[in-house]
């Protein structure tokens, strides 16, 4: 059996992602998947970037919307997105604190990527396979899923972005999303993330919600001075802008 920890929308938000590790740290994964957003919104960029760089060939990790974004930044261009200055003064604080280091392990990671574990063929998006900023929600008719499925070569798809966690089958093909390890936004402000089981003959997967310290995440943001609207979505789980 290969046993796979499903992570992402992490958003810098390091004490969630060490809540989780904690929680799970008995068992043993195969892999550690994170479906991109690793940056922006919390304070701990490099902790949560150094994290996943120490696990070595057993993180399978892409780039999300924000850490394309702060690539950008970091080359010198401009931002057309996000237009709102609460938005953009997280986006060029976490430019300006990323090392150096953490900034090169960013530049190396694909939007996308695909790799096979018992014949099962996987494939890992931020949005989707052919439009990385695509939310795929899990009310959409399973005619869409249908339709993705038969447009993909893979048994398995891993999505996040939506930040919303569910998993659904549809014509023997698999859809998982993680939910969001840092950043919920249904008002249950507690890490989410998944736990991918693959078998000869069976596919498993479970969801799972965990307290961390919020209180951290929110100390962090006052101590940089950042927009007081992330203090209350952090600790309400709530999108608020």
């Known amino acids: 059996m290969k046993k796979l920890l499903i992570l992402g929308d992490i958003h810098a938000n390091y004490p969630a992602l060490k809540a989780i590790w904690n929680y799970v740290r008995p068992a043993a994964f195969d892999r550690v998947i994170n479906t991109g957003d690793s940056t922006v919104y919390g304070t701990f960029p490099n902790e949560t970037i150094e994290w996943f760089r120490k696990l070595g060939d057993k993180a399978v990790c892409i780039l999300g919307n924000t850490d394309r974004r702060i690539l950008r930044i970091v080359k010198g261009k401009g931002l057309k997105k996000p237009r ?4 953009r003064v997280m986006y060029f604080w976490t430019a300006k604190n990323l090392l150096p280091e953490n900034t090169a392990y960013l530049k190396s990671l694909p939007e996308q990527c695909d790799f096979k574990l018992d014949r099962i063929h996987l494939g890992l998006f931020h949005g989707c396979f052919n439009r990385p900023n695509k939310q795929i929600l899990p ?57 991918l089981k693959i078998s000869p003959g069976n596919i498993a997967v479970e969801h799972f919600r965990i307290p961390y310290t919020v209180k951290t995440v929110v100390e962090g943001l006052k101590k940089n ?7 209350t979505m952090f600790r309400t789980g709530k999108k608020l802008n």
């Open 225 to 231: 001075r950042l927009p007081d609207i992330y203090t």
């Open 84 to 87: 709102m200055e609460e938005k």
């Open 139 to 195: 009310d959409m008719p399973d005619t869409r899923f249908h339709q993705l499925a038969g447009d993909a070569p893979y048994d398995i798809h891993i999505m996040g972005h939506s930040h919303v966690p569910y998993y659904k089958c549809v014509h023997g093909v698999h859809f998982i999303n993680p939910g969001s390890a840092g950043r919920m936004f249904d008002g249950d402000p507690r890490a989410s993330f998944a736990v």
